[in-house]
């Protein structure tokens, strides 16, 4: 199983910087890839970044690219979402979640942290 909680959400500015992170636990020696999604109030979910487990070859979404960029820190088990030049539109809850491959079908989810841009 793995577990996964996300920290660092907040109100932030237009136009600032915020990071997210997303600390891992797993009962498993299995490589676990992490990806990074988030929910707009009406809006369906949408996927953003995911990092392998394998080789931390990452894979995005059209929506943040150039903006956002994921990593992690293996040493820490923790990844990581570095999100820049935030716009109003990037308000929504954001979730980590672990899946054995970069397929964007997660099995394993976290609670998510509210990321709210306004000025």
């Known amino acids: 199983q793995v577990h996964l909680v996300e920290s660092g959400g907040g109100l932030v500015q237009p136009g600032g910087s915020l990071r997210l992170s997303c600390k891992v636990s797993k009962d498993t020696s299995d490589y676990v890839a992490i990806h990074w999604f988030r929910q707009a109030p009406g809006k369906e979910r949408e996927g953003l970044l995911c990092?392998?487990?394998?080789?931390?070859?990452?894979y995005h979404a059209s929506p943040v690219t150039g903006r956002f960029t994921i990593f992690r820190d293996n040493a820490k088990n923790m990844v990581f979402l570095q999100m820049n030049n935030l716009k109003p539109e990037d308000t929504a809850i954001y979730y980590c979640?672990?899946?054995?491959?970069?397929?964007?079908?997660?099995?394993?989810w976290g609670h998510g942290t509210q990321v709210t841009v306004s000025s």
């Open positions: 990092i392998s487990g394998r080789d931390d070859s990452t």
């Open positions: 979640a672990a899946e054995n491959a970069c397929n964007w079908h997660p099995h394993s």
